[in-house]
């Protein structure tokens, strides 16, 4: 069994401010790093991290080399990575002194994914891989239906979120993954409470409040963990690649829940998104000392 995650790449241009800039303001930047990002990209390594099988498909510009190496070295399978002549995608991203984040995207090569690459990447896939994907590529419908036709089980992240896309997107998925507020956004789109929509599991994080999993079996809850944030950005993406690569083994979906809910408060009191993202041994420790 594997994850193969048709996801974006970034490079993200992290400035720490004091506070977001006003309109017509210039803010003096307090630090500035150059770093891995992207939703897909950030999901990929927290999968790798938690040591699920994880197949990166994405694409990325010629100069940034770079950008394989940190994927090659957290353990996730580069194979399906292509060098396209369009520039990686970026996010220009400010953190202010209280941890939040105001995001930018500009999509570059997350953009330009055609039928017949999609077709390529999935061509091995079984029904026993998952298929990851979320807002931040084009061309999601064909991977969809690629992915079906070969029966795999599909994850939607469903951000950047928009909720009518959400909920025509639902009844092709297995699991969605939202935020509290997109949840209940995604209920009025559909015209369905949460428990009742055409998807099995549905996943909805809750920042301090915790996550719930809403399965065919009943519901299952994880609380947070009490740590003093620094940057939430790839907060939810960390959560999700270590849920979905721990119910991937086969983990209790209380104890999935559990992990998820420990790396991503790791990661939130570190700088930084794919890099801020703690490895398995790391998680396991910060379990045991915070039970």
């Known amino acids: 069994m594997s994850i193969i995650n048709f996801g ?4 993200d241009y992290v400035h720490r401010v004091p506070h977001f800039p006003q309109p017509g303001e210039t803010l003096a930047a307090t630090s500035f790093e150059k770093g891995l990002g992207g939703k897909g990209a950030n999901q990929s390594i927290a999968i790798a991290r938690a040591n699920g099988d994880i197949k990166h498909f994405g694409q990325i510009g010629a100069d940034d080399g770079w950008v394989l190496d940190i994927l090659k070295n957290a353990g996730v399978d580069t194979g399906k ?25 500009n999509g570059g090569a997350n953009q330009t994914f055609t039928n017949d690459a999609i077709e390529a990447a999935l061509a ?18 064909h991977a969809l239906n690629v992915a079906q036709k070969n029966g795999m089980k599909i ?27 997109e949840a209940q956004q995604l209920a009025q789109a559909s015209g369905k409470p949460i428990d009742q929509l055409e998807c099995d599991y549905v996943l909805v994080t809750k920042g301090e409040k915790g996550a719930e999993l809403r399965t065919p079996s009943g519901t299952f809850t994880s609380t947070s963990f009490k740590v003093d944030a620094i940057d939430t950005t790839g907060a939810g993406d960390t959560f999700l690649g270590y849920f979905l690569a721990e119910f991937d083994k086969g983990t209790d979906p209380e104890r999935a829940l559990k992990i998820a809910s420990a790396a991503s408060a790791i990661q939130v009191t570190r700088l930084g998104a794919a890099s801020a993202i703690p490895t398995y041994d790391e998680v396991q420790t910060f379990l045991e000392t915070n039970s």
């Open 124 to 141: 091995d896939a079984t029904a026993s891989d998952w298929l990851l994907f979320q807002n931040e590529t084009n061309n999601i419908d």
């Open 8 to 11: 974006s790449i970034n490079i």
């Open 155 to 181: 994850a939607y992240a469903a951000a950047p979120f928009d909720a009518q896309r959400a909920a025509s997107i639902i009844p092709h998925v297995d699991l969605i993954a939202v935020n509290e507020i």
């Open 81 to 105: 990575v292509a060098v396209t002549d369009t520039p990686t995608g970026h996010a220009i991203i400010y953190v202010d002194d209280s941890g939040e984040n105001n995001i930018v995207l």
